[in-house]
Each structure stands twice: as structure tokens, then as C-alpha cells.
């Protein structure tokens, strides 16, 4: 009954709101004369009466790509007899419902997009869809494994079939996933149909057949695999779904669980389990008379860093590939010998193409040149790419059709991994370019693209880094520091950065409330990884491990990293060579000369580096224009100190430098945290800011910001080296001073350098090493001769044993003839 009664009181409201133009219905984002439907309104106490019941959230707010996941709308009030529909993307629709407690409940369709997409909500029966939120698509391999079907030894379930692969196989999923008591597990099938590169290429999920039906949702389930059925058995990449046993065999869109994505081996047809060698040869040729046929992407691909440190550390243009992680135990089941892959973050712009990086143990780059396990470039970018939907660029089954399955067919499932290797050789490192690093710690303390380190202490929101040419802008916000007692310090601290590449989205990462953590926000809406920790958005990506670390990458390749350290904020900005003589702000100008680093606004040049007064109206120089700022203002406090006011506060005057006070009880405590390189910012912290906490996050983040720089030193590379024909070399690394050495094979000789170093130069030392049959021609020419000449007495004395065997006959008949005559 108070359910109803609030239905009815919402009804009225709105209505009474639409009178009078104050409703949120058809206008979130909006705001309005007299109230808001803007994110912030909530913070600000500003919204319209009606502003949750139409700007919706859900619980949870993320799912699958393959879809299944059932959310329900929170704040918002359903009629029990509401007809609900749920619109993804403005044209993918499915069929809610409304639950026991009045909630309105959604389910999500399969979507061959990854991101967040809009959501629009009918209660009607889609009649009208007047209710508003986003919903975010998830790449299986990067969905939490609690909202996915789980298969048991994912190996053994790729390569069933194979020689000596057999038995049963077992797959477990959250009961609380699926709402039922029995379920079905069906297998469904995907593949892309049409000529590559056309408007006719698509992308296609189908339902195929049921494992079981009826099976108790127990959380697990176990068969021995059969080989399925007609034509079923020659669909070779698939997933399976687990749903109620309620719904009819196939129907769309239904609540379930979904496995990942695999190589359906365990189900394919009976030629594969009678010869599984031959059958993936024959898939395998026919691939690689397919490749034949494709436009080389390879071209077009980012080349890899040369080595594990700089694949780490160039955060704006590589991310970890979760199939090949060192920090998850380095399980590299297809690059074996490598401890750790990285991917490129952003597709090739033509082709879509991806590039994965591979490395041991020693930090080398692994080349497929070799071993099998090395680094492999895509046809397809396994993330995908925008604008997604189609072929190349479905996130994740595109990959597989063009680069995983054939990489089976001709290494997993048969050995033939010369044709894979082929058309998807290792790119190495010779025109890799490290990017270049600045970072923001501290009271807040800069070092610039060019090695200029200085302190500002400015109270405002200024320019970090600004090119007009690749249009990227990334601003910060400093507050006061605090003490203990609350009481306000003439020092500042870096709070907030905001940043935008063109037309992406507004990212801006603040610290909490807590000031332990840190908040992410999105166009001036806050964003939860409570549930995943990537996320696609318009134009940028945003990774979030744990609330004290996020990464934002652009296009561009611009990295921006933001780590919370003992209630401070570090920033780092890294940026490829190609923000060379672009770059202006409080980070400098990025092009190797430290002399114009501290450039003012206009352009004039800092003339005394040493000089605070000087260095402090450089800074204040690159205050933001109240019409470029890209924070979000959603509290008094920062509605009145930095939004409605100057964005440099000229009255706020902060301590230059350590104050020398032998008194000063933080003098032992500074003393034993600072030391070395740097130790002036964490004095400076500490004495001037009075928190010991803040120093010591200083002195951390000088020290890793120097690794960082050691990391992205440029290294030479000498390029890949053969092994001769005939004989083989031993050594697989290729950098400066790296030596590489030849040996032949039983019965040749070497020729050329039996050792060679890569050196300074990009060359290699020595010649090209090469193995022969040994040769001996001095013994061979006198061999032919004393041959010659004994077959010549030979001849010779045959001849004079002939004549003389003639003239013999001759005097015996001259003989007889005389006898005769007698």
C-alpha cells in the first residue's frame, strides 16, 4: 500500500513539475531555470523534485558484452502492472519486469560494442521511454570473474580431442547470476560472414544446441564431451550460456551467465578427433591462403618497447594483456617462455590491427623468429575498437576468428607454426621512441618534460600541459595545506586534474573526502570501479586497480597517471615524440632543451631559475580561463573559492623557502626521511608544511618518478639475427652489447664472425656467419691428377699387352705356314 501511495505522490509531482517546466523528464543532464537535472545537482542540493525517478542509476551498472545481466533502477518507483522495456544504445530492446518490491528490473542484450552506451527506460510498454542512465559493456576477458560461467582448466577444454586429451570436463558459475532452480547450459556459436574490409563483413552469435537442460542451479556442472551433432560441429568458436530453464531453447536476452569466449575443440567433428594434426594443417593452409588475399596491416602497427621496463613504463600507449600477466604468476599459456605481455592500447587506424609485446624473464623482448611463445601483432585489436559493432572491430571475437583460431590451427593443434609466424611475425624495437615524463608531487613540486625541477605554490587552477596541435589539455587544482589542527598552511597541494583530448570525454581525478583515496569523474559525473576496473569511454580509457591508483590513456598516446600518496596527489604526464615542440604549461616545452622549460604565458622566458618570486609569477601566469576550465564546481566551497573567483588567488602568499629553526621539533624527523637526491621537497614539506606524512609521500614520489625516467632511457637495438643455415647460434637478445654467437652443424665449417656484438651504432660487429662442407681443392686437383695420369699407363700398357699379343699371333702362323709348306 506505501508503495502505491508513493507511486501515486511521484505521479502527481511530475505532472505538477511538467506544468510548470521543472521536470527532469526527457532533460537529464540539463539545467534548468529554477532547478537542475545536472549530475551535480546532488551535491548542491539544486535538483528538480523528480531528478532520481528520470536520471536513472542501476545496480549493478555493468555486464557482459554477451549480455544477461539483470540490474534493477534504483530511487525509482514502478506500478506493480508497468510493462517495462529497455532500450540499449537507442535501437536494442529487451523485455524487464517489475519485482515483489516494486523495483523496475532490466536485462541486458548482447551487444557487439564495449563502453557505456545510453539507456532508456519504458514503463509502458515502449511506448514512451521517459526514464534516462547508461549501462557499461564489458570485454569478457576483462569482466571480474564472479560475473562469469567459469570453465575448470580452460586448456583441457581447447585442446579436447587432441592425442591424449580426454575425459570429462567441468564448467561452475555464481548461482546468484541466473534466478532459478533449474537451468539450461547451452553451446552458442559465432562467426563472421561477407568479404573482409566490406560493407557485406559481419559478425554473427547463434544458438546451436543444449548440453543439458533441467540441470539444478548448483553452481556446477560436469560432462564428457560428444561430438556434436550435423553442421554444428563445424562452428569453431563459441561460448556457453547459462539460463533458466523457464525459457524456451535459443530466446535472446534473458537473464544468464556466460562463459568467456574459446575454441570449441571438445564438440568439433569426428575427422578432428581421428587425426587432429591433419585437420588443423588443412585449416591451417587455408588460412594462410586467405592471409594471402589481405591487406597488410602490418605496416601501420606501433612496434614494440624494447624491453620489459619501458613495455611497463609507457602506461599512455601499452597495457597489460591479462592472458600473459607477471603479476598474476606470468600463466602465458600461448607465449610460452614469457613471463609478461603488454598490448597496444589503441587499434591501427586504418585496419584496426592490435600489437602484443612479449618478455622473459631477463626483460628481453621474445621474438616469434624464436620461439613460439614470442610477440605476435593481430589482424584484429583484441579490445576492439570504435566506432566496434562491426568486423575487425567486435572486441574480442574478432581477434579470435583472425588471430587466435589460426594460431591452433598451426601451433596449438598441429606444428606447423611457420606458416602463423609468417603473416604474424615479431616487429622489434628499432623505431620504438620511449615517451617522455614530467610529473606534479608534493607542496606541489614540478620536474618538467625536460629535466627542470622547481616548486610553485600558487592557491588556483592552472594549465599542467596544453598542445593545440594534438589537442590535448590537462589542468590541476591546488588547495591550502592543512595541519593537524586544521589550521591552514601558507603552503599548497595538488587536489584535482582535469584533462580532455579533442572532443573526449572531461576526465577529472580529485581526492576524496577522506583525502586517502581518490574520486573519478567523468563530464562532471562521478564514476564507480567498484565493479570493473577499465573502462572504455568517449575519445580516452580509464584504468583503475584500487582507489589509490588511476590511469587515463588518450589516442594520441598521451598517458596521464594519478596516484594518492599520504594525502597528496602525484600526477605524471607522459608523452610520445610526437608532442615534440608542442607542448606549453607548468610541465614545459617537450623538445630536449631544459632552457626553455619555464616559459611564462606570453612567452617570456623565467630568467633566474633559483628565484621564487620569479618561479611563483610563472606560475601564476598559467592560471586557467574561467571559459577553458574543465573541473566540475558541484559544492559551495568550489563554487565560491575557485569558480566565481580569479583562478589564481593573488592573496594567498605562500613560504618560499625552509625556514632554518634549529628548534623546530619535525627537524629530526626530517632529517631521518630526507636524504639524497631530492631531499629539498621533502624538507620543504615537512618543515613548511608540517607533516611528516606529506614528506615522506614526496620523497617516494621523486624516487619513483626517477625510475620512471631510467625506465624510458632510449636503447639501442641492432635488430633481429638469423642463425646460419646448417648450424644454429646461441643468444636472443639484441640490444647494446648484447653478443650473439654461431656455431655449424656436424660435417660444415663457419665462415664469417663466429661472434658478433651489437654495437653504439645500431650495427652489429663482424660479418654473416655462414656453414659450408668443408672443401680441399689442392687434393682434389692432385687427386684428379694422379688419377689421370695412372688411367693413362693404365691404357698404355693395355695397348702394349695388345700389340704384343698380336705380334706373338703373327710369328705362331708364320710358323705354321712354313711347317706346312715342308
Known sequence: MRRSTAVIFVFLVSHFCKTLGKTCEQNCGKQLDSCS????????????????????????????ILGGTDFFVLDANFNKSSVIVCRFDGKTDTLGYVDGDGRGHCISPLLYETGWVSLQISSDNGNTFNRAGSWLSVHTGKLASRFKAILVNSTKWQYYGIPNVGGDLQMTWNTTLVNAEKVNIEVWGYKETGEPYSESWKGEWRYLYSLTKDHPNSGSFKFVPKIAEGDFSRWELGALRVSSSNYPDGIWNVQAAWSEDHALAWHLEESFRQNSTGWALDKCLAWDKLEEALPNFLTEIIDCPCTLAQARADTGRFHTDYGCDIE??????????????????????????????????????????????????????????PPFKEPPRIPGQSHWVYDVLSFYYCCLWSDNCYYYFKHRPSSDCRRYQSPSSAVVFGDPHFITFDGVSYSFNGKGEYTLVRSEEKQLTVQGRTEPVKADSEKTINATKLTAVAMREGSSDIIEVRLDSRKNGLELLRNQQTLSFAEQTWMDLQGVFVFSPISTNVTVMFPSGAGVEVRCRGETMTTTVLLPEEFKNSTVGLLGKMNGDAKDDLALSNGQLVQNHSNPEELFNFGASWAVENTSALFTYDSEY???????????????????????????PLNTQAAEICSGEGSQFCRYDILVGRSPIIGNATRVSFQSHISLVDDLKPVISCGWLPPPPNGKK????????????????????????????????????????????????????????IGSLTLIVIIIMIILHSRKQKRKSSDSDDERSNTSKL
Open 328 to 385: 598474476k604468476g606470468s600463466v602465458c599459456t600461448y607465449h610460452p617462455g614469457s613471463v609478461h605481455c603488454v598490448r597496444a592500447i589503441q587499434a591501427s587506424p586504418k585496419y584496426a590491427a592490435g600489437q602484443q609485446c612479449c618478455y622473459d624473464s631477463t626483460g628481453a623482448q621474445v621474438l616469434t623468429a624464436d620461439s613460439i611463445g614470442g610477440s605476435t601483432p593481430d589482424r584484429a585489436h583484441d579490445w576492439g575498437s
Open 37 to 64: 537535472c545536472h549530475p551535480t545537482c546532488v551535491s548542491l542540493g539544486s535538483c528538480c523534485s523528480d531528478y532520481k525517478e528520470f536520471c536513472v542509476n542501476t545496480s549493478p551498472y555493468s555486464g557482459s
Open 638 to 664: 568550489l563554487l565560491n573559492t575557485y569558480c566565481f573567483v580569479p583562478r589564481h588567488d593573488p592573496n594567498f602568499l605562500p613560504v618560499f623557502s625552509v625556514p632554518e629553526d634549529p628548534d623546530d
Open 730 to 785: 646461441q643468444g636472443t637478445t639484441y640490444l647494446q652489447w648484447a653478443t650473439v654467437k654461431f656455431s655449424c652443424d656436424d660435417g660444415y665449417k663457419l665462415s664469417g664472425s663466429e661472434e658478433r656484438t651489437c654495437q653504439s651504432d645500431g650495427k652489429w660487429s663482424g660479418e654473416d656467419a655462414s656453414c659450408s662442407v668443408p672443401s680441399n681443392i689442392a687434393g682434389i686437383i692432385a687427386g684428379s691428377v
